[in-house]
Protein backbone atom coordinates (compact mmCIF):
# COMPACT_ATOMS: atom_id res chain seq x y z
CA UNK A 1 0.00 0.00 0.00
CA UNK A 2 2.71 1.98 1.15
CA UNK A 3 4.59 1.94 -2.79
CA UNK A 4 0.90 2.44 -4.22
CA UNK A 5 1.01 -0.60 -5.59
CA UNK A 6 -2.13 -0.87 -8.31
CA UNK A 7 -2.54 -4.08 -7.72
CA UNK A 8 -2.48 -3.84 -3.92
CA UNK A 9 -5.29 -1.31 -4.51
CA UNK A 10 -7.44 -3.89 -6.17
CA UNK A 11 -6.56 -6.35 -2.87
CA UNK A 12 -8.08 -4.19 -0.93
CA UNK A 13 -11.58 -3.88 -2.93
CA UNK A 14 -11.73 -7.14 -3.89
CA UNK A 15 -11.81 -8.23 0.08
CA UNK A 16 -13.37 -5.53 2.20
CA UNK A 17 -15.23 -3.33 -0.92
CA UNK A 18 -18.73 -5.43 -0.34
CA UNK A 19 -18.56 -4.58 3.46
CA UNK A 20 -17.33 -1.13 3.25
CA UNK A 21 -19.85 -0.27 -0.35
CA UNK A 22 -22.38 -2.16 2.57
CA UNK A 23 -21.87 0.56 5.77
CA UNK A 24 -21.51 3.50 2.91
CA UNK A 25 -25.02 2.90 1.26
CA UNK A 26 -26.56 2.31 4.35
CA UNK A 27 -25.54 5.74 5.61
CA UNK A 28 -26.25 7.54 1.87
CA UNK A 29 -29.53 5.77 0.86
CA UNK A 30 -28.91 6.07 -2.62
CA UNK A 31 -26.37 4.23 -4.84
CA UNK A 32 -25.49 6.58 -7.15
CA UNK A 33 -23.91 8.32 -4.27
CA UNK A 34 -22.75 5.60 -2.42
CA UNK A 35 -20.67 4.58 -5.74
CA UNK A 36 -19.63 8.33 -5.79
CA UNK A 37 -18.44 8.10 -1.85
CA UNK A 38 -16.68 4.69 -2.63
CA UNK A 39 -14.28 6.18 -5.48
CA UNK A 40 -13.84 9.05 -3.01
CA UNK A 41 -12.63 6.41 -0.09
CA UNK A 42 -10.34 4.76 -2.55
CA UNK A 43 -8.39 7.86 -3.92
CA UNK A 44 -8.23 8.98 -0.34
CA UNK A 45 -7.03 5.79 0.24
CA UNK A 46 -4.74 5.27 -2.64
CA UNK A 47 -3.24 8.95 -1.65
CA UNK A 48 -2.98 8.36 2.16
CA UNK A 49 -1.86 4.70 1.55
CA UNK A 50 1.77 5.50 3.38
CA UNK A 51 0.08 7.05 6.57
CA UNK A 52 -1.39 3.75 7.59
CA UNK A 53 0.23 2.32 10.79
CA UNK A 54 -1.12 -1.06 11.79
CA UNK A 55 0.33 0.07 15.68
CA UNK A 56 -2.58 2.23 15.72
CA UNK A 57 -5.63 0.85 13.62
CA UNK A 58 -6.42 -2.32 12.04
CA UNK A 59 -6.44 -2.17 8.30
CA UNK A 60 -10.22 -2.62 7.98
CA UNK A 61 -10.61 -0.28 10.74
CA UNK A 62 -8.53 2.31 8.92
CA UNK A 63 -10.13 1.35 5.63
CA UNK A 64 -13.89 2.22 7.43
CA UNK A 65 -12.92 5.27 9.08
CA UNK A 66 -12.48 6.98 6.18
CA UNK A 67 -15.17 5.42 3.86
CA UNK A 68 -17.27 7.01 6.96
CA UNK A 69 -15.56 10.36 7.34
CA UNK A 70 -15.84 10.59 3.23
CA UNK A 71 -19.57 9.04 3.58
CA UNK A 72 -20.49 11.95 6.71
CA UNK A 73 -18.74 14.93 4.29
CA UNK A 74 -21.22 14.18 1.37
CA UNK A 75 -24.01 13.96 3.45
CA UNK A 76 -22.83 17.54 5.42
CA UNK A 77 -21.80 18.65 2.13
CA UNK A 78 -25.91 17.97 0.40
CA UNK A 79 -27.37 19.41 3.54
CA UNK A 80 -25.44 22.77 2.84
CA UNK A 81 -26.80 23.00 -0.16
CA UNK A 82 -30.09 22.74 0.95
CA UNK A 83 -30.50 19.17 0.23
CA UNK A 84 -32.83 17.90 2.99
CA UNK A 85 -33.15 14.25 1.59
CA UNK A 86 -30.72 12.02 0.55
CA UNK A 87 -32.39 9.43 -0.55
CA UNK A 88 -34.10 9.63 -3.79
CA UNK A 89 -35.88 6.01 -4.19
CA UNK A 90 -37.01 3.12 -2.45
CA UNK A 91 -35.21 2.44 0.41
CA UNK A 92 -32.49 -0.26 -0.19
CA UNK A 93 -31.16 -3.05 1.79
CA UNK A 94 -27.30 -4.82 1.64
CA UNK A 95 -26.86 -8.28 1.49
CA UNK A 96 -23.74 -9.40 2.88
CA UNK A 97 -21.57 -11.67 1.18
CA UNK A 98 -19.30 -11.97 4.69
CA UNK A 99 -20.24 -14.21 7.29
CA UNK A 100 -18.06 -12.91 9.51
CA UNK A 101 -20.05 -10.91 11.40
CA UNK A 102 -23.68 -11.85 11.32
CA UNK A 103 -25.47 -8.70 13.09
CA UNK A 104 -28.73 -10.98 14.09
CA UNK A 105 -26.57 -12.83 16.25
CA UNK A 106 -24.92 -10.27 18.13
CA UNK A 107 -27.96 -8.37 19.45
CA UNK A 108 -26.97 -5.05 19.75
CA UNK A 109 -30.56 -3.92 20.28
CA UNK A 110 -30.41 -6.30 23.46
CA UNK A 111 -27.34 -4.98 24.92
CA UNK A 112 -28.12 -1.22 24.12
CA UNK A 113 -30.81 -1.47 25.69
CA UNK A 114 -28.90 -2.39 28.98
CA UNK A 115 -27.26 0.82 29.01
CA UNK A 116 -28.94 3.89 30.53
CA UNK A 117 -30.78 6.28 28.09
CA UNK A 118 -28.33 8.83 27.93
CA UNK A 119 -25.99 6.87 26.48
CA UNK A 120 -27.67 5.12 23.81
CA UNK A 121 -29.39 8.95 22.66
CA UNK A 122 -25.50 10.01 22.44
CA UNK A 123 -24.76 6.64 20.30
CA UNK A 124 -27.35 6.55 18.38
CA UNK A 125 -27.05 10.89 17.68
CA UNK A 126 -23.34 10.01 16.49
CA UNK A 127 -23.83 6.90 14.66
CA UNK A 128 -27.01 6.55 13.59
CA UNK A 129 -27.88 10.19 12.52
CA UNK A 130 -24.31 10.76 11.23
CA UNK A 131 -24.36 14.24 13.65
CA UNK A 132 -20.92 15.65 14.78
CA UNK A 133 -20.10 15.73 18.58
CA UNK A 134 -20.99 19.78 18.31
CA UNK A 135 -24.47 18.41 16.11
CA UNK A 136 -25.31 15.87 18.73
CA UNK A 137 -24.79 18.44 21.37
CA UNK A 138 -27.01 20.85 19.99
CA UNK A 139 -29.48 18.24 19.36
CA UNK A 140 -29.47 16.87 22.49
CA UNK A 141 -29.33 20.54 24.67
CA UNK A 142 -26.37 19.09 26.46
CA UNK A 143 -22.35 20.02 26.77
CA UNK A 144 -20.11 18.85 24.18
CA UNK A 145 -18.27 17.22 26.99
CA UNK A 146 -20.72 15.93 28.39
CA UNK A 147 -21.90 14.13 24.67
CA UNK A 148 -18.24 12.86 24.99
CA UNK A 149 -18.12 11.45 28.04
CA UNK A 150 -21.23 9.34 27.80
CA UNK A 151 -20.09 8.37 24.04
CA UNK A 152 -17.22 7.11 25.91
CA UNK A 153 -18.79 5.71 28.46
CA UNK A 154 -21.39 3.81 26.32
CA UNK A 155 -18.94 2.66 23.94
CA UNK A 156 -16.62 1.24 27.24
CA UNK A 157 -20.23 -0.45 28.31
CA UNK A 158 -20.61 -2.27 24.87
CA UNK A 159 -17.09 -3.19 24.61
CA UNK A 160 -17.40 -5.72 27.50
CA UNK A 161 -19.52 -7.31 25.21
CA UNK A 162 -18.27 -7.14 21.65
CA UNK A 163 -14.29 -6.98 20.59
CA UNK A 164 -14.02 -4.01 19.54
CA UNK A 165 -13.92 -4.46 15.62
CA UNK A 166 -17.56 -6.01 16.28
CA UNK A 167 -18.20 -2.95 17.70
CA UNK A 168 -17.11 -0.60 15.37
CA UNK A 169 -19.03 -3.10 12.11
CA UNK A 170 -22.05 -3.79 14.05
CA UNK A 171 -22.63 0.18 14.63
CA UNK A 172 -22.65 0.80 11.32
CA UNK A 173 -23.96 -2.40 9.94
CA UNK A 174 -27.37 -1.93 12.12
CA UNK A 175 -29.92 0.47 12.97
CA UNK A 176 -31.79 0.38 15.71
Known sequence: MKKRDKEFIS???NRYGDSLYGIVLRMMKDESLAKDVMQDSFVKI???GD???PRKAK???WLL???RNTALDKIRSLKSRGAHEIQTGDSYVYDSRSTSYKPELMDLKHHLSTLELKYV???????YKGMTQKEASESLNLPIGTVKTRLKIGLREL???FSETQLII???LTLL
Open 11 to 13: LLL
Open 59 to 61: LFT
Open 170 to 172: YLF
Open 121 to 127: EVIEALF
Open 159 to 161: RIV
Open 51 to 53: TYD
Open 46 to 48: WKK
Open 65 to 67: RIC
